[in-house]
């Protein structure tokens, strides 16, 4: 039993550094500064943030342009966090990039919708046992009052 204290204290000495401080020997911290991970990125829309904890599932990824030039589409991505702080943290990403909040619907698979000139975006966040998914819908607005018939 000493033994294992003579030989835990010497792990112990062994990684102190030279000026005293202690530092954790399973670390691969080479002791230069690292600046901290940005708290946001943007994807494929230029003016949507996404929180650094969000990961893109890039098969789930479908990006077209309307006939205005407009960049259309869906993201999906997919993060361990809490509902309501993505639907918090999105909105107020959203409102710095210049997007209004138009509507919203909180439930199990909680809804946001913003709009910006002629865009519009609506969100769809659902949380799962482990992560929690995010669904991002860009359009372009349509022109009119009446919206063109669907077909099959």
Do not use: H
Not at 5 to 20: Q, R
């Amino acid at each position: 039993m000493r033994f294992l204290y003579l030989v835990f204290a010497a792990a112990l000495l062994a990684g102190c550094a030279s000026d005293g401080a202690l530092k954790n020997p399973f670390s691969s911290d080479t002791g230069e500064e690292t600046s901290p991970a940005p708290a946001y990125y943007y994807a494929e829309f230029s003016d949507i943030r996404i929180p650094s904890e969000m990961s893109e599932a890039r098969g789930d990824t479908f990006i077209t342009f309307a006939p205005s030039g407009l960049k259309c589409g869906v993201q999906r991505f997919s993060g361990r966090v809490e509902v309501v702080s993505l639907m918090n943290t999105m909105r107020r990403n959203m409102a710095s990039d210049g997007w209004a909040l138009r509507s919203l619907l909180r439930a199990a698979e909680s809804v946001l919708v913003f709009e910006k000139t002629d865009r519009l975006a609506a969100l769809q966040i659902s949380d799962g046992m482990i992560n929690t998914d995010m669904r991002i819908f860009v359009t372009s607005r349509l022109e009119g009052d009446t919206p063109p018939a669907l077909t099959q």
